[in-house]
């Protein structure tokens, strides 16, 4: 069996001391896969992705990435390693200009040929941006925002991104968007990983995904067993007859 | 006579400017109104004092009272500085950091200011002390206007380091991830942003330029005990009235507060000069609570 890009087992995680959000969580993302987390709010969605990120203490149980464990580690060095995390709210730097953003996220970097070519890659990806590169991030749009932060977590030039809810607060139109440049992403050897409200449309993007409910994964499977999957509808995603019909 | 009054309050705001640059720095990246950096100026004029004496005697530089060592000295003076401002942050504010409430920072450099000030009446003694005894003529710039060499010299030099550290501040991988951390400390740890090592820099940075703000106020006034304690609040002002974050602001703000109360003597007598400086701080908060060139949230 080839090790996995991202492996969570048994993790135990939460914000205080005395209540546990992640009650003992496994899943696993392969190489290039896109893997989706979905489950009802409160579930733990966010805290499972900050708790990998290093944002949130890990209790108990084990993160590793590409087979490294990682859980502990600072989160400023999960950059370092090849993880990459794009959070839902406030994941712009508003004062600093679009450029100045998708230079922060090559911070760590001291290749800067490989880090200019990044740069072009992401302009490439994002017109709107190389259109906007001195404009500041405060400025923009909230389509436009989400693309500096996906932008500034790949110009770290990561192995996995996380992404938090990319499509929250966006028009059906611009969620479109959004995830058609995921996958466009997905096809440069990114692997990602990604916590969705909107399931229909995330798992349409999908190989893979997981269904959360009280700090723990309920049920998992191929992102099209899911959609047609009626427990799935009827509990988490508010769908009553599935994408099949 | 008005003339005058202006020059000499460019001056002193020019000292205020320098010192106020500091203060919005570390208030803006490390988010709390830090009173010890007045104490800072003070550490940095009494170590420009303790390393000037080694090159007692030395040549000056033509109509200047201080020559190539007492610049060595005040850059001494600035490096000591600023490992005196990294050592309150060490042992000091950083396990403070952890705090949930806000004004603990506040506070804890209240009581750090009470202490430097303290020691350094300890060490050298509450009297008053000068860099040179010499007598330095001051020359007409303008008609009615006089300054001394020094005067300018403070003038220009505050000039240059408030454009050095906006280019810093504005062209380099460091300067901007001190102004990203200022941004989202948060979002600034998940892009991979060493936020200790930032940190670190801003006080070096703050600490340093404090310590020549502090050198700049004794060569053009005296040195004492108690000079940073008496130009804190002067330079909150000017932070305040300038647009805290904002270097260029913090320079308008000690500027204009430098002159206000230097052409205040002329109406109201010197006894009001502090006074001035919160009238001006007052105003700027009601009208304008961003502050003249503050930036938009």
Do not use: C
């Not at chain 1, 580690?73 to 994941?91: C, D, F, I, K």
């Not at chain 1, 500034?152 to 938090?164: I, S, T």
């Not at chain 2, 950083?94 to 506040?106: D, G, N, Q, Y």
């Amino acid at each position: 069996m080839s090790t996995a890009a991202l492996e969570v087992r048994e993790l135990v995680a939460g914000y205080t001391p005395e209540v546990d959000i992640l009650k003992g969580i496994a899943l696993e993302v392969a190489e290039g896969e896109i893997v989706t987390v979905l489950g009802p709010n409160g579930a733990g969605k966010s805290t499972l992705i900050k708790a990998i990120a290093g944002l949130v203490a890990v209790r108990s149980g084990a993160v590793r990435l590409f087979g490294d464990e990682i859980a502990g580690v600072e989160p400023h060095r999960m950059v370092r390693r090849g993880l990459a995390y794009v959070p839902q709210t406030r994941n712009v730097f508003a004062r600093l200009s679009v450029e100045e953003n998708l230079e922060m996220g090559a911070i760590a970097r001291r290749d800067s040929a490989a880090v200019a070519h990044d740069l072009e890659r992401v302009y490439a990806l994002f017109p709107r941006l190389a259109e906007r590169r001195e404009q500041s991030a405060g400025t923009l749009s909230g389509g436009e925002r989400q693309m500096v932060a996906v932008g500034r977590a790949l110009m770290a030039g990561p192995r996995v991104l996380m992404l938090d809810e990319p499509s929250a607060a966006l028009s059906p139109h611009l969620t479109n968007l959004v995830f058609a440049k995921v996958r466009e992403v997905r096809t440069s050897g990114v692997t990602i990983l990604m916590v969705e409200q909107n399931a229909t449309a995330a798992l349409a993007i999908s190989d893979r995904g997981y269904v959360l409910a009280d700090g723990r994964e309920r049920i998992s499977g191929e992102a099209r067993e899911l959609l047609a999957n009626p427990e799935v509808g009827a509990l988490y995603l508010g769908v009553r007859r599935g994408l099949a019909a | 006579m008005i003339g005058q009054y202006v020059a000499d309050g460019v001056v002193t705001g020019a000292t205020l400017a320098l010192g106020a640059i500091g203060l919005t720095l570390t208030y803006n990246i490390l988010r709390f109104a830090n009173f010890a950096h007045g104490e800072l100026l003070t550490f940095g004029a009494y170590f420009a004092l303790l390393f000037a004496g080694a090159f007692a005697g030395a040549q000056t530089f033509g109509t200047l009272s201080f020559g190539a060592g007492f610049v060595l000295a005040t850059a001494g003076a600035a490096l000591a500085t600023a490992l005196v401002a990294l050592a309150l942050d060490r042992f000091l504010f950083r396990p403070l950091r952890k705090s949930e409430i806000a004004v603990t920072l506040v506070i804890a450099s209240f009581g750090a200011s009470l202490m430097l000030r303290n020691v350094v009446v300890f060490v050298w003694g509450p009297e008053p002390e000068y860099y040179s005894r010499a007598i330095s003529i001051a020359s007409e710039i303008v008609p009615g206007v006089r300054l001394t060499s020094d005067e300018l010299f403070v003038v220009a030099l505050t000039a240059v380091l408030m454009l050095a550290l906006h280019l810093f501040l504005a062209r380099t991988r460091l300067g901007k991830a001190m102004r990203a951390v200022s941004d989202d400390p948060a979002l600034a740890l998940v892009a991979g942003i060493d936020v200790q090592r930032v940190i670190r820099a801003t006080w070096i940075i703050g600490g340093a330029l404090a310590a020549i703000a502090g050198v700049l106020f004794g060569l053009t006034v005296q040195v004492l005990p108690d000079m940073g304690a008496t130009l804190i609040l002067s330079m909150f002002a000017a932070a305040i009235l300038g647009g805290v974050g904002s270097i260029y602001g913090a320079v308008l703000g000690g500027l204009l507060i430098g002159v206000a109360q230097s052409t205040s003597v002329a109406w109201i007598g010197p006894a009001y000069k502090p006074g001035v400086a919160f009238v001006l701080m007052l105003l700027a908060l009601m009208f304008f609570p961003r502050g003249l060139l503050g930036e938009k949230r």
